[in-house]
Nanobody
Framework: VQLQASGGGLVQAGGSLRLSCAAS????????MGWFRQAPGKEREFVAA????????YYADSVKGRFTISRDNVKNTVYLQMNSLKPEDTTVYYC??????????????????WGQGTLVTVSS
């Protein structure tokens, strides 16, 4: 499956953005979908994930309560609603598809397909 992330941009601290990840060449309903982010010189870190059915969601502690992951399997798209954004959220965000076991859902190695990344910049 090929993934295309979009929705990044410049926003002031406290503002909101919604990222989208559109899939082609396959159906996202077969996969757990995740969002990761990576700052220059740092490892790619887990942000959020959602099970294939949408029944289970997982979040990094740093975004819990501020970000919400959701999916629309009819539109073949996954979303990341980001509220109360902070300057430290500034970085490139990537969506990913995989079939991880629950215990490995936060590991980037569990995801086989990746989008190209979309830049989020939060100004203070």
């Amino acid at each position: 499956v090929q993934l295309q992330a979009s929705g990044g941009g410049l926003v002031q601290a406290g503002g909101s953005l919604r990222l989208s990840c559109a899939a082609s060449g396959g159906t996202v309903s077969k996969y757990t979908m995740g969002w990761f982010r990576q700052a220059p010189g740092k490892e790619r870190e887990f942000v959020a994930a959602i099970s294939w059915s949408g029944g289970s969601t997982y979040y990094a502690d740093s975004v819990k309560g501020r970000f919400t992951i959701s999916r629309d399997n009819v539109k073949n798209t996954v979303y990341l609603q980001m509220n109360s954004l902070k300057p430290e959220d500034t970085t490139v965000y990537y969506c990913a598809a995989g079939r991880p076991i629950t215990s490995a859902i936060r590991r980037r190695e569990s995801y086989a397909s990746w989008g190209q990344g979309t830049l989020v910049t939060v100004s203070s």
